[in-house]
């Protein structure tokens, strides 16, 4: 079975511009959770998706936004970049619900994002 | 308010030695903890998932503990090898709003 799998794996933006990142998830897997990991913030949840709904929100501003297709592929996007938005952003999969059921949760190897 | 404190934040050991980690939250009311392994450069990967009855879930030289009445939790490493150093992140989820709660983590380096 592939594994989760994320792109681009590297991106450089500048201050402003929007960035879109996708996630495809294990097959059969119907839950897409997105990370942000900084080294002084350690991992922050964003957003969680289950057959196409946001089921969990985190507290980040409505600059990130997010959406699953019906194949449960997900993007995040990400508006008005700014310089402190640099950082991995992780995507995670799992059959059930991932934040209240005990299915193991599957990261994919995250998107590097830089902003100048 | 919703907290996961891991402690130490980073520990040196020598190959072949034992070390336990610490996981103390503030979640409730509590769903689950999970312990996770993030090599450099890598994404997270699931080590245990323990529930509220479970106190003890072991994978391979990995022994995760739970004390849910005290809020701890506790990853024990056996006979460390080089490929233990890693980030281990403890990670709670809340049985009401389903959120989780990340720790910090603590940074593993085993030398030879």
């Known amino acids: 079975k592939a594994g989760v799998t994320q792109t681009p794996r590297y991106l450089i933006k500048t201050r402003g511009q929007q960035v879109t990142l996708s996630c495809s998830p294990i097959?059969?897997?119907?839950?897409v959770s997105w990370y942000q990991q900084t080294p002084g913030q350690g991992l922050q949840f964003l957003f969680e998706y289950f057959s196409e709904t946001q089921r969990n929100k985190g507290n980040f501003p409505g600059r990130f936004s997010g959406r699953q297709f019906s194949n449960s592929r997900s993007e995040m996007n990400v508006s008005t970049l700014e310089l402190g938005d640099s950082a991995l952003y992780l995507c995670?999969?799992?059959?059930?619900?991932?934040?209240?059921?005990?299915?193991?949760?599957?990261f994919g190897p995250g998107t590097r994002l830089t902003v100048l | 308010k919703n907290q996961v404190e891991q402690s130490p934040q980073s520990l040196i050991i020598l190959e072949g030695k034992n070390c336990t980690l610490q996981?103390?939250?503030?979640?409730?009311?509590?769903?689950?903890l999970r312990w996770y392994k993030q090599d450099t450069g890598r994404g997270p990967v699931s080590l245990t998932i323990?529930?509220?009855?479970?106190n003890t879930k072991s994978n391979g030289r990995y022994t995760a503990t739970l004390d849910a009445d005290t809020k701890q939790s506790s990853l024990h490493i056996t006979a460390s090898q080089l490929s233990d150093s890693a980030s281990y992140i403890c990670v709670v989820s809340a049985r009401d709003d389903y959120k989780l709660s990340f720790g910090a983590g603590t940074t593993v380096t085993v030398r030879a």
């Open positions: 097959s059969g897997h119907r839950s």
């Open positions: 996981c103390n939250y503030t979640v409730s009311p509590f769903s689950n």
């Open positions: 995670a999969s799992s059959f059930s619900r991932a934040s209240g059921a005990t299915d193991t949760q599957y």
């Open positions: 323990m529930t509220f009855s479970e």
